[in-house]
């Protein structure tokens, strides 16, 4: 199986800046795509960047990151990292690292895989 483990959370105030990882270990043979993705409370799960592993490094934000947020990734790793500036309150949320597309060595999983979720708050 795969597992994800995310860091980099805490608490800052807003103007701040964090940068998040996210580091997917296992039976691990290709990554088509890894994402984050926030849930404040109340509110549904949603997408705030995501990138692609093996299809060429694309990137896709949501409209309420854009400029502030950037991702990255380390394919070696496995890992993926989301610079976040210019941090607002409304950007508090615990944040889930997603992979997608996961292949081992005998074929895909057939299923997106998720960390647990790093805590991220932002005082104003």
């Known amino acids: 199986q795969v597992q994800l483990v995310e860091s980099g959370g805490g608490l800052v105030q807003a103007g701040g800046s964090l940068r998040l990882s996210c580091a997917a270990s296992?039976?691990?043979?290709?990554?088509?795509?890894m994402g984050w993705y926030r849930q404040a409370p109340g509110n549904q799960r949603e997408l705030v960047a995501s990138?692609?592993?093996?299809?060429?490094?694309?990137?896709n934000y949501a409209d309420s990151v854009k400029g502030r947020f950037t991702i990255s990734r380390d394919n070696f790793k496995n890992a993926v990292y989301l610079q976040m500036n210019s941090l607002k309150p409304e950007d508090t949320a615990v944040y889930y690292c997603?992979?997608?597309?996961?292949?081992?060595?005998?074929?895909?999983?057939?299923?997106?895989?998720w960390g647990k979720g790093t805590l991220v708050t932002v005082s104003s």
């Open positions: 990138i692609g592993i093996t299809s060429g490094g694309f990137t």
């Open positions: 997603k992979a997608g597309g996961v292949a081992s060595a005998f074929g895909f999983y057939g299923k997106d895989f």
């Open positions: 296992g039976s691990i043979f290709s990554i088509n795509t």
